[in-house]
């Protein structure tokens, strides 16, 4: 594996343990940013290893995807297109309050068990 997929991807790797610390901490929101992370910068290990080149500065999620080369069916756009969401989201403090109502335990644990499979799924196209 190219090293700077290794590094996209260990990066990758922190950033879903980090939703893990949270989601036990009961920072659900930030559960939800964190798998953001984690699928963001896998794809963007696979958008150098497709391309050849460093992936742009984004974190548009569909983007990546189209960067890679990778096919998802509606269900997967759906799930990244709702993590996009909670990124962009996150960063803005008067959307804070707001989605933090809208995030619980259950929603956090489903978001993080879905993102592991995800990210399982990404890395099979990793060579």
């Known amino acids: 594996m190219e090293p700077d997929v290794k590094n996209w991807l260990d990066i990758a790797e922190y950033d879903i ?3 893990d610390a949270m989601y036990k901490s009961g920072r659900y929101l930030y559960v939800l940013f964190m798998c953001q992370q984690a699928v963001e910068k896998t794809l963007k290990g696979l958008v150098v290893q497709e391309t050849g080149t460093l992936p742009p500065k984004t974190h548009d999620l569909e983007r990546l995807v189209l960067l890679s080369g990778i ?5 997967q756009i759906e799930f990244l297109n709702v993590l996009t969401d909670y990124y962009i989201a996150t960063r803005y403090p008067e959307d804070i309050a707001e ?7 259950n929603k956090a644990h489903t978001y993080l068990k879905e993102t592991e499979g995800f990210l399982a799924w990404l890395r099979q196209k990793l060579k």
């Open 17 to 19: 343990t980090t939703a």
């Open 71 to 75: 096919v998802l069916d509606d269900k």
């Open 99 to 105: 989605l933090s109502k809208d995030v619980d335990k």
